[in-house]
């Protein structure tokens, strides 16, 4: 037993018995740190007296709190037990998932909110069972036959109906300015994803006021659309004063949102020149050492071709009305730059190049693009082309991460069989190479078992069924 902390819990206002008693089990720092309901266990109810003797009243309020809390809990546990429990309301996806299960069948995700939809628009809650049944059904009759040969099918499907296309370009829009390329030229160029489509266009939907106020949208117009020096202003050549004179229009400047600092902004781009401004003209010398006839052509040239507004790449931006609200239709296309600008909907944008698109919003993106391209140029013309094909053919396109043809630089030339490539393009390189690499081909495929004259694995021919015809007649005879 400790007299130092008897003493000190003396005079800290405990009994001398109760002081002996704690200084029999702790020292004072012992005591400072001790477990709560340790002491509890040993002091019974003279504890709130010594943990206020060493200044920790605070923990036994936090004990008695978190005491009431477990009773609590408890109590409500106990209830719980006693009501029973409420039968919960099945929505309509929970009863078409079960009744899937059940049949241990399969539907997608978006055949199934779709029913969802149906279901609830026309109050058919009670026929859930047979209309869920006869789903199944058609989706089960539509999938593909194992050892189907899909790709050959997807394309004869496309390709069939590719040479009934006419070659030709529409005016797009109704609008006279604007050119698309369709047909079997556009096809043509998905299906080689070529880097520079050769009429670019970009459908450009607005956000906000932008949308619905056509001055707002004509200034987003203004951003995009490319404005040259030639547009907006008269420029004359002046060879017996050795300049060029800039006359600006006042009323094309004002409709395209241009200022006079504009002009000369952008005239300060040019090199060896002087630029003076008069009051409502601008006049350019090109320097002394530079003073002669030829000199003075090509500048003219540079300065009717400077750029004063817009965005690279945009040759016209025309503005459409289409129900409530205003929409931009371009010629050319810069997709990135575009969706950089306050008041166009990034959500809704779309452009015709699909590079554009993998670059900026990355290869499922651009995976859809080919899809939605690919489909509305066929249907453009009337042709009705099942979008499970086109998607096959745009899975194989974007598989590695990048955008590949459907060519020798692309997916025929990465064949893993040699008479599959040597079938397709550059016969007698290809079977050199394979020659001098001495690689195997193990006639998988379609075009190349075509060629060597045997079954092809796929379909009925992926089958191999031997029949001892003695032993059958045998039976059918019985």
């Given at each position: 037993?400790?007299?130092?902390?008897?003493?000190?819990?003396?005079?800290?206002?405990?009994?001398?018995?109760?002081?002996?008693?704690?200084?029999?089990?702790?020292?004072?720092?012992?005591?400072?740190?001790?477990?709560?309901?340790?002491?509890?266990?040993?002091?019974?109810?003279?504890?709130?007296?010594?943990?206020?003797?060493?200044?920790?009243?605070?923990?036994?309020e936090k004990v008695k709190a978190k005491a009431k809390e477990i009773k609590k809990v408890k109590k409500k546990k106990a209830e719980k037990k006693e009501?029973?429990?409420?039968?919960?309301?099945?929505?309509?996806?929970?009863?078409?998932?079960?009744?899937?299960?059940?049949?241990?069948?399969?539907?997608?995700?978006?055949?199934?909110?779709?029913?969802?939809?149906?279901?609830?628009?026309?109050?058919?809650?009670?026929?859930?069972?047979?209309?869920?049944?006869?789903?199944?059904?058609?989706?089960?009759?539509?999938?593909?036959?194992?050892?189907?040969?899909?790709?050959?099918?997807?394309?004869?499907?496309?390709?069939?109906?590719?040479?009934?296309?006419?070659?030709?370009?529409?005016?797009?829009?109704?609008?006279?300015?604007?050119?698309?390329?369709?047909?079997?030229?556009?096809?043509?160029?998905?299906?080689?994803?070529?880097?520079?489509?050769?009429?670019?266009?970009?459908?450009?939907?607005?956000?906000g006021a932008y949308r619905v106020n056509r001055e707002k949208a004509m200034e987003i117009a203004n951003k995009i659309e490319v404005t040259r020096l030639?547009?907006?202003?008269?420029?004359?050549?002046?060879?017996?004063?050795?300049?060029?004179?800039?006359?600006?229009?006042?009323?094309?400047?004002?409709?395209?949102?241009?200022?006079?600092?504009?002009?000369?902004?952008?005239?300060?781009?040019?090199?060896?020149?002087?630029?003076?401004?008069?009051?409502?003209?601008?006049?350019?010398?090109?320097?002394?050492?530079?003073?002669?006839?030829?000199?003075?052509?090509?500048?003219?040239?540079?300065?009717?071709?400077?750029?004063?507004?817009?965005?690279?790449?945009?040759?016209?931006?025309?503005?459409?009305?289409?129900?409530?609200?205003?929409?931009?239709?371009?010629?050319?296309?810069?997709?990135?730059?575009?969706?950089?600008?306050?008041?166009?909907?990034?959500?809704?944008?779309?452009?015709?190049?699909?590079?554009?698109?993998?670059?900026?919003?990355?290869?499922?993106?651009?995976?859809?693009?080919?899809?939605?391209?690919?489909?509305?140029?066929?249907?453009?013309?009337?042709?009705?082309?099942?979008?499970?094909?086109?998607?096959?053919?745009?899975?194989?396109?974007?598989?590695?991460?990048?955008?590949?043809?459907?060519?020798?630089?692309?997916?025929?030339?990465?064949?893993?069989?040699?008479?599959?490539?040597?079938?397709?393009?550059?016969?007698?390189?290809?079977?050199?190479?394979?020659?001098?690499?001495?690689?195997?081909?193990?006639?998988?495929?379609?075009?190349?078992?075509?060629?060597?004259?045997?079954?092809?694995?796929?379909?009925?021919?992926?089958?191999?069924?031997?029949?001892?015809?003695?032993?059958?007649?045998?039976?059918?005879?019985?």
């Amino acid at each position: 037993m400790s007299k130092i902390t008897e003493k000190a819990m003396i005079k800290r206002g405990l009994s001398k018995k109760l002081a002996e008693k704690v200084a029999s089990f702790y020292t004072l720092e012992e005591l400072k740190k001790a477990d709560v309901k340790e002491l509890e266990k040993k002091f019974g109810k003279d504890l709130n007296k010594i943990l206020k003797a060493v200044g920790r009243e605070i923990e036994l309020e936090k004990v008695k709190a978190k005491a009431k809390e477990i009773k609590k809990v408890k109590k409500k546990k106990a209830e719980k037990k006693e009501t029973p429990p409420k039968k919960k309301k099945v929505s309509v996806r929970e009863k078409i998932i079960n009744i899937i299960n059940k049949r241990n069948e399969y539907l997608p995700s978006n055949i199934i909110d779709e029913f969802v939809e149906k279901i609830e628009e026309n109050n058919l809650t009670d026929k859930i069972d047979i209309l869920v049944e006869k789903a199944i059904e058609e989706y089960n009759r539509h999938l593909m036959e194992p050892l189907e040969a899909c790709g050959m099918v997807a394309a004869q499907s496309i390709g069939e109906p590719g040479t009934q296309m006419t070659m030709r370009t529409f005016h797009y829009a109704g609008v006279a300015e604007i050119n698309v390329t369709l047909g079997l030229p556009r096809l043509i160029e998905i299906v080689d994803a070529r880097k520079d489509p050769s009429t670019p266009i970009m459908t450009v939907y607005l956000e906000g006021a932008y949308r619905v106020n056509r001055e707002k949208a004509m200034e987003i117009a203004n951003k995009i659309e490319v404005t040259r020096l030639i547009n907006i202003a008269e420029i004359e050549t002046d060879i017996s004063n050795m300049k060029i004179i800039i006359k600006p229009s006042l009323k094309s400047m004002e409709r395209k949102n241009i200022e006079m600092d504009d002009l000369l902004k952008a005239l300060k781009k040019l090199n060896k020149v002087e630029i003076k401004k008069g009051k409502n003209e601008i006049e350019i010398f090109p320097e002394k050492e530079n003073e002669n006839y030829r000199e003075l052509r090509r500048l003219s040239e540079e300065v009717k071709n400077i750029k004063i507004k817009g965005i690279d790449g945009i040759k016209r931006a025309i503005i459409r009305k289409e129900g409530d609200e205003h929409v931009i239709y371009t010629e050319g296309s810069n997709f990135e730059k575009v969706l950089e600008i306050e008041g166009v909907d990034k959500t809704r944008t779309v452009t015709n190049d699909i590079h554009a698109i993998y670059q900026v919003l990355g290869i499922e993106a651009a995976r859809n693009a080919i899809i939605n391209e690919a489909y509305s140029t066929l249907q453009e013309q009337g042709l009705n082309v099942d979008i499970r094909h086109i998607m096959l053919v745009a899975d194989l396109m974007t598989a590695n991460g990048s955008i590949r043809p459907i060519g020798r630089q692309g997916v025929s030339g990465e064949k893993g069989s040699v008479i599959a490539r040597a079938a397709f393009e550059i016969t007698v390189d290809h079977l050199l190479s394979a020659a001098r690499k001495g690689e195997v081909d193990e006639l998988k495929g379609v075009a190349e078992n075509v060629i060597v004259g045997q079954p092809i694995k796929l379909g009925t021919g992926s089958v191999e069924l031997a029949i001892n015809i003695k032993k059958f007649s045998k039976k059918v005879k019985k």
